[in-house]
């Protein structure tokens, strides 16, 4: 009997780690088959929240910028994204530096800035505009992205993919979302850790 319970037991601890290693498998497969949009939050920054007063877009050290971690995150998503024979057809970042850099990092090229992508946080009055244009550019790259080769990635900051979905990633964690007739939908998520 005790031998049946602690099966029992650690079978229901395995569970969901099973289940979500095969989740996790699915999204790698999609990814590989190329066409899906991935919002993308950049990687772990300096200590902080939002920005220091004063920030300007065109002077990187006014900015909040990645840790050395987030730098190794970075590159780790981009080896993780090589490993499993994941490409990118298309980068789009947000003109914030810790976006632009961790797009770097990852794919070893830089990326297009897309105002659509900017952050959000602390920024409420911009929030239903820019929602909307984010919305056209992700349905735009859903229509250009059904069954092309490669991946549409866009780096962004979590409040931005909050406003988009209602869902706060962790950093470098990414969205995967599948062009459908009407848009997208939300295929899943990919984290590293």
Request: with cysteine.
């Amino acid at each position: 009997m005790r031998r049946s319970l602690a099966t029992l037991v650690i079978a229901g601890l395995a569970s969901p780690v099973l289940a979500r290693a095969a989740t996790d498998e699915a999204l790698w497969s999609l990814l590989r088959q190329g066409g899906q949009i991935v919002l993308v939050r950049h990687a772990q920054t300096t200590p902080g929240v939002g920005d220091p007063s004063g920030m300007r877009l065109d002077d990187c050290a006014t900015q909040r910028n990645l840790s050395e971690e987030g730098r190794r995150d970075a590159q780790l998503l981009g080896a993780t994204l090589r490993r499993q024979g994941v490409s990118a057809r298309r980068l789009l970042s947000s003109p914030w530096c810790r976006c632009v850099e961790t797009a770097r990092l990852a794919f070893e090229r830089m990326p297009q800035v897309s105002e659509e992508l900017g952050n959000l946080f602390d920024r409420p009055e911009r929030e239903p505009a820019q929602t909307r244009a984010l919305k056209r550019l992700v349905a735009d790259a859903a229509r250009t992205s059904s069954g092309a080769p490669g991946n549409v990635f866009m780096f962004t900051h979590g409040s931005t993919i909050s406003a988009l979905l209602g869902v706060t990633p962790a950093t470098s964690e990414m969205v995967i979302l599948t062009p459908g007739p009407d848009g997208f939908s939300v295929a899943g998520r990919l984290s590293l850790r």
